[in-house]
Every structure is written in C-alpha cells, then in structure tokens.
C-alpha cells in the first residue's frame, strides 16, 4: 500500500473467516487450497479476493476475544506452516497486554 493508509482496508480481508474466528466458531484457522473448501470456497470475500490460503488467529484475553491477525496468500501453493501459525500465536499474545491498555477508559 506504498506507505498510505488503505482507504478499504476491510476489502482486502474474508469477513466470513474474520467473523468464524472472533465468534469461536474456530480458534486459529489455517487454510490451504481455499477454493477447494466446503465452507468457504465460494464465499464472495474468498472469491474476490482470489485467496488461496488464509491465517487467522485470535487475540484472546480471558473468555474475551479483543480482535484477530489475519493474513492471505493469493499465490497457489504458498500455504502458512505449522510454525507461521504458531509465531502468530505468540505475536497475538505479546500484542494482547497493548490491548487491553488502549481499551480501558
């Protein structure tokens, strides 16, 4: 985005995958070969996007999830490892505690 702020950051993202794991429907949801999936391959988000895989966890603080990291791969056959997901685990709980700070009045 060449620095600028995205004025349609929230196009550049699945709703649906954002919503299934802020809603617990899924804890950390890492995907490959999206097209191919039964629930989200023909979602319009997924379609539109183009996404091939997608990493999304959430940012849990207690039995409240604060938000979640999302990222998605457009190139086929560039899926996130086992150790890309961990490694967003653990950024999510090191960005939590920041959070929790910004929420408090």
């Not at 183009?50 to 039995?63: D, I, K």
């Amino acid at each position: 985005a060449d620095g600028r702020p995205l004025a349609e950051a929230a196009e550049l993202l699945s709703d649906t995958l954002v919503t299934d794991v802020l809603e617990g429907t899924s804890s950390t949801l890492r995907l490959q070969d999206l097209g191919a999936h039964a629930r989200y391959g023909s979602v319009a988000s997924v379609v539109a996007l183009r996404l091939s895989s997608v990493l999304c966890v959430p940012m849990r603080l207690g039995p409240r999830v604060l938000g979640a990291i999302y990222l998605g791969h457009h190139e086929p056959r560039r899926g996130f490892s086992d150790a890309q997901a961990r490694d967003l685990r653990v950024l999510a709980s090191m960005a939590l505690p920041l959070l929790a700070q910004l929420r408090r009045p």
